[in-house]
């Protein structure tokens, strides 16, 4: 239903300033060339001096996307099966009306919950989400979606002990002694800490890795702990057992600025270096040189990443991490201390959505398949998905599509391309890039905001999030008078409601910070957003939520029949399933050299992956690189990228982390066997 234009010869080109808002920590400043309205193309723009001129490949290549032949040119309803793909374009009106109407219908028959609206990051920006889509969904009452499908078991940890206070960033890596990148692979995920990490190493810090897979910066790290999946809480946990055992724990800070070091001191006791190491299959020497590097260097730097979350103890993990800091007395220079997401720091609370949450079903986004084909009361009737992919995205993909496939649920998609969930729609409605509109770009590795403009015409008839959501907001009476339609009107009301000076920074076009400007050193420039501004290393109130406890760890769940964990970490093609339409060479399921032996099997060799949720065929690679009982698959792959339209999701069960309600994509185990001989 889509068609390429034709290439505009001739004329004026020009060079156009905007920010890249993709889920991606960096948020690049752009310089965009264009000319008669349209992309010649992307280079990296100046006013983010940390990513100062370059930017990724996939985004220089995001033309291909936005002029591809996934892209949504026009509204359009079913009118094959579901799952077909078949659709008749419509008007913009007919298309509203439609999904208006049915709203209507399902809350006279079910009441509001019985709408689920489902979105995560999309562009990731402060106008295209928990924006006037909130203000939609609050004031009809619709059921809640608690966003967990990323960052909640880390979130809920660095929630619970600092208050996400705002941490190290890029800029400040050059002055640490030590750097544990744990669970984080920056070559392909925020490829501008790389630099600083080369550079803090060029003036003789050392360098620790902690990840399964021998990643390009694992290869050059001092020592690289290559962890089995799912057990980094009982590798810290016997750091901070060597900490309070030799004398290392920080008593004087613990004593000032800490709560409950004695309860974790006691959870961390069974965890010895040789207990741990074994655990995690890892040599302890090994662990035990990581223990004393961390104990005696200073500024030593933790960056805790989202690979150690995605398992059944990924909470526990996180928690335990970035525990470190505090127990061995590493915050208060520059360069010490830990780093997370930055995205708190700005301290954006939201307030333009101007009308409260209301107390109505939470749906739980890891368990969405089991919502659609299991929710009674009332059961999900009208299904409205916008800035998420998730039949591509979400654990056990088999019972999504199932869900996706009631010929009972009304379905409205709301994207850019006709992506493997736009598939199963009633109705698609075709969205603007960020190239098409106003954002916010906010970095969430450095500290950084920049507004987005548009600088191409909008392609088709597509519309912003703003201007649809303001629209159904007007039809179904929700508006109040005042407030704003359109997305250039949003865009000023947001800056008119941003705390501080952003609003009038970003209106004057200059370089904006938070008070504490953009490199803050935690417990000098700030301290934990917690009532009495001090750590709490055992959280009562996460304590009560986490059905194992704190600091506990729940062991390898792989058996006889699926002994192999398989992993699926960021490529550096796509952001999540974003760009992974656009063609690429065979996606391969990874796989060690011993684990392809024993099971008589070669690099290029068609490999059946499976377990009792499902099974994906791909070509194998065999690399040392990867650590032997792990294989993986890339994260975001659509389903025509294997060769029975499957993904790894499809393997992912949707079991929930310890902590925080994440998914566990990490966790799933698998046995993979020829395909010719399957
Ligand atoms: N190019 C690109 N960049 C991205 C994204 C993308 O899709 N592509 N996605 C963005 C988003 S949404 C996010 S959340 C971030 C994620 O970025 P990262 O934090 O880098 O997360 P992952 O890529 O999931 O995993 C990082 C590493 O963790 C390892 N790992 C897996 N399981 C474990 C474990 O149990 N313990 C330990 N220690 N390591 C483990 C993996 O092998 C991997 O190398 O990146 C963002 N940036
Ligand atoms: N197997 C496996 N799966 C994973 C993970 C993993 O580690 N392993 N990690 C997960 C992680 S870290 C994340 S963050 C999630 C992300 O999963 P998703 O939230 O599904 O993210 P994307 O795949 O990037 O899909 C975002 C969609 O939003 C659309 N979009 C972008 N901007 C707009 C807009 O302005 N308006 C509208 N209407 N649409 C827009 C894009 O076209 C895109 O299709 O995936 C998770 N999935
Ligand atoms: S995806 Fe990340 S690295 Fe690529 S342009 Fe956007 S912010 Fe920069
Ligand atoms: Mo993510």
Not at 147 to 157: F, K, L, Q
Not at 258 to 275: M, Q
Not at 363 to 383: C, F, K, Q, S
Request: charged share 20%; with cysteine; proline share 7%.
């Amino acid at each position: 239903m889509s068609s390429r234009p034709e290439p505009v010869l001739g004329g004026p080109a020009s060079v156009v300033e905007t920010a890249c808002p993709l889920d991606c920590p960096d948020a690049c400043s752009l310089a965009v060339t264009v000319q008669h309205g349209k992309l010649v193309k992307i280079d990296g723009g100046r006013a983010n001096p940390v990513t100062d001129g370059y930017i990724c490949a996939k985004v220089r290549k995001f033309g291909d996307r936005v002029y591809g032949p996934d892209r949504l040119l026009y509204p359009a309803v079913r009118i094959g099966r579901k799952g077909d793909g078949r659709f008749k374009r419509v008007p913009w009106d007919e298309a509203l009306e439609l999904v208006a109407e049915r709203f209507q219908r399902a809350k006279a028959e079910a009441g509001g919950e019985s709408i689920l609206p489902y979105s995560y990051g999309g562009s990731n920006g402060l106008l295209t989400q928990d924006n006037l889509d909130a203000q939609l969904w609050r004031r009809f009452g619709t059921s809640r979606l608690a966003r967990t499908v990323c960052a909640a078991p880390t979130g809920a940890a660095n929630q619970a002990l600092y208050g996400k206070m705002p941490s190290v960033v890029y800029q400040d890596y050059p002055e640490a002694q030590l750097i544990i990148l744990w669970g984080v692979n920056p070559g392909a995920s925020g490829i501008h800490l790389v630099p600083y990490v080369r550079e803090a190493q060029a003036r003789g810090a050392k360098l620790v890795v902690v990840d399964p897979r021998s990643t390009q910066v694992a290869r050059s790290a001092d020592v690289h702990l290559a962890v089995n999946v799912g057990t980094d809480v009982v590798v810290a946990l016997a750091i901070h057992r060597y900490l309070f055992a030799n004398g290392h724990a920080d008593e004087a800070f613990l004593r000032d600025h800490a709560h409950n070091a004695d309860k974790l001191r006691e959870r961390a006791e069974r965890w010895t270096i040789e207990e741990a190491a074994r655990v995690a299959g890892i040599d302890a020497s090994a662990l035990e040189r990581v223990a004393r590097l961390y104990a005696e260097s200073s500024p030593a730097l933790i960056r805790c990443g989202w690979g150690l979350e995605r398992n059944r103890n990924g909470g526990n993990a996180a928690l335990s991490i970035l525990a470190l800091p505090a127990v061995g007395g590493k915050f208060g220079v520059r360069g010490g201390g830990y780093s997370m997401s930055n995205s708190a720091s700005w301290n954006i609370e939201r307030s333009w959505i101007g009308t409260p949450e209301p107390d109505t079903r939470l749906v739980n986004m890891n368990h969405l398949g089991r919502a659609l084909t299991e929710y009674d009361d009332p059961p999900i009737n009208v299904l409205f998905v916008y800035n998420c992919n998730p039949a591509a995205t979400v654990p056990d993909q088999h019972r999504v599509l199932k869900g996706l496939e009631r010929e009972d649920l009304f379905t409205v998609v709301f994207e850019q391309v006709m992506t493997d969930t736009a598939m199963y729609a009633d109705v698609v409605l075709p969205a603007t890039t960020f190239l098409e509109g106003y954002d916010f770009a906010k970095a969430y590795g450095p500290i950084n905001l920049e507004l987005g403009r548009p600088v191409i015409d909008a392609v088709g008839e597509a519309r912003s999030n703003a201007d649809v959501f303001g629209e159904l907001c007007s039809r179904l009476d929700l508006r109040k008078d005042d407030e704003p339609t359109g997305e250039l009107d949003l865009m000023v009301h947001v800056l008119d409601h941003l705390p501080g000076t952003i609003g009038s920074d970003l209106r004057a076009g200059t370089q904006t910070a938070p008070p504490f400007g953009v490199a803050p050193v935690q417990f000098v420039d700030v301290f934990p957003n917690t009532p009495d501004r001090k750590v709490d290393l055992f959280p009562a109130d996460l304590e009560a939520g986490a059905p194992i406890g704190l600091y506990r760890f729940q062991p390898d769940p792989a058996t006889e029949r699926y002994p192999l964990a398989l992993i699926s970490p960021a490529s550096e093609r796509t952001i999540s399933s974003t760009l992974a339409e656009l063609p690429r060479p065979d996606v391969k399921l990874t796989m060690h050299p011993a684990d392809a032996t024993t099971r008589g099997l070669a690099d290029g060799d068609l490999v059946r992956v499976f377990n009792d949720l499902g099974e994906v065929h791909c070509p194998l690679t065999v690399v040392p690189s990867i650590r032997q009982g792990i294989v993986s698959l890339p994260k975001g792959i659509w389903r025509r990228s294997t060769r029975n339209n499957t993904t790894g999701t499809a393997l992912v069960s949707d079991a929930l982390t310890d902590i925080g309600g994440g998914a566990c994509f990490n966790d799933a185990r698998v046995q993979v066997t020829s395909l010719a001989t399957a």
